[in-house]
């Protein structure tokens, strides 16, 4: 997903965000990574970039984009972080535990369940988050070949 430079220096200016030279060349290596990304990938793509920017400060930008709202942190239970380049609006995320590719679904059905916790808990329910983890269709075909070469 490719943004021209003045939306992202919108998104920024919109959140309060210092649109800093690091942070908008971490932005950008973010749009342009395909599926999800851990700070140590994006950090190697932009030395290979020649772009100067430490590994913490790739860290701390990521950081701050999350907290703005500009990228999303996938839920994981590996040791890397890892994020993903997506839409401004709500939606939550299917991955691909193989290829790590990241769908976006927007149709959000919690709106209902959260109104019926609601009214058993007592709760006033502010966010949500869910995700689900997979196989794609590529990667199930490619991990049922394999089984098939095995048995
Ligand atoms: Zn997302
Ligand atoms: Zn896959
Ligand atoms: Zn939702």
């Given amino acids: 997903m490719r ?37 140590q990938g994006l950090y190697e793509t932009l030395k290979n970039q020649c772009a100067a920017v430490g590994l913490t400060t790739v860290y701390r930008a990521l950081e701050a984009l999350e907290r703005a709202g500009l990228i999303c942190r996938i839920e994981s239970t590996r040791d890397e972080r890892l994020y993903a380049y997506c839409s401004r609006v709500h939606h939550h995320h299917i991955i691909c535990d193989g290829c790590a590719q990241v769908v976006e679904l927007d149709d959000c059905a919690l709106p209902g369940l959260a109104r019926q916790l609601e009214r058993e808990t007592g709760f006033i329910i502010r966010s949500h988050t869910l995700e689900f983890h997979g196989l794609c269709c590529t990667c199930r075909l490619e991990t049922q070949g394999n089984l098939r070469g095995v048995a």
Avoid at 8 to 15: G, L, P, T, V
């Fill in 3 to 39: 943004l021209p430079i003045n939306t992202i220096y919108h998104d920024f200016k919109a959140r309060g965000l210092k649109a800093t030279q690091q942070r908008l060349a971490v932005l950008a290596a973010a749009a342009h990574a395909d599926g999800y990304f851990t700070p």
